[in-house]
């Protein structure tokens, strides 16, 4: 068993102002976003010029915050919700979801798109890449917080944490660290590193994060309030990520089809 660190949430404590770990992570993604994509904008197939990826981060932090916020409050707190409307502005009772700030991405980037014609795939494409570098910091935020932790196991890695009893748990928040950050930067970068068509890369973005966080629920505790939604094993996260599965496979099966009788008509 391997002992928790134990880390102070608070980075940086001068007088009444207080920083976080994990509002400093939300401040890792964002740079890394830009600086990748600003890097990524010179490449010759790219037609997001370096100087549009500070629009983009702006339209997108935009989506993560309100639809994380909304998405959390209405896949995971629906019933609290129904009896007070007003929990959805109480952030400092925290709750963010990353399948509602997905949702809230698509749409703040199809805003921004739609203002300045670059299409809504290629701009998908681009942004994709870019995502997994945040969610690796919002998950190491998350095991700093000592939240959403794993289930009980016997595994010599396994961290008593506090606030989840006595036994050693999975610490799951790692594991999505590696996989939904590091491995799904390896995969998308070397993937969108060559052309491809547009769609593509969201499309793959789709299948591996379903995939990977599909995965890793088999080790993440469900949340306390909610437990399995059906069969003794299917959690909330399950269930949110097998449309984005579903959704990949037929993205990239469409636009492979399309690019391919497009090949044959020209």
Known sequence: MLTYPNIDPIAISLGPLKVHWYGLMYLIGFLAF??????????DYISIKPEQVGDMLFYGVLGVILGGRIGYVLFYNLSQFLEDPLLIFKIWQGGMSFHGGFVGVLLAIWMYQKQLGLGFWKTMDFIAPLVPIGLCAGRIGNFINAELWGRVTDLPWGMVFPHAGSLPRHP??????????????????????????????SGLFLIAYGLFRFAVEFAREPDAHIGFVAFGWLTMGHLLS?????????????????????????
């Open 34 to 43: 830009l600086w990748l994509g600003k890097r990524r904008a010179k490449q």
């Open 172 to 201: 799951s928040q790692l594991y999505e660290a590696l996989l939904e950050g590091v491995a799904l930067f390896g995969i998308l970068w070397l993937f969108s590193s060559r052309p491809r068509p547009a769609g593509a890369v």
């Open 242 to 266: 097998i449309p984005m599965i579903v959704a990949g496979i037929i993205l990239i099966f469409w636009v492979y089809t399309a690019s391919k009788d497009h090949q044959q008509t020209v």
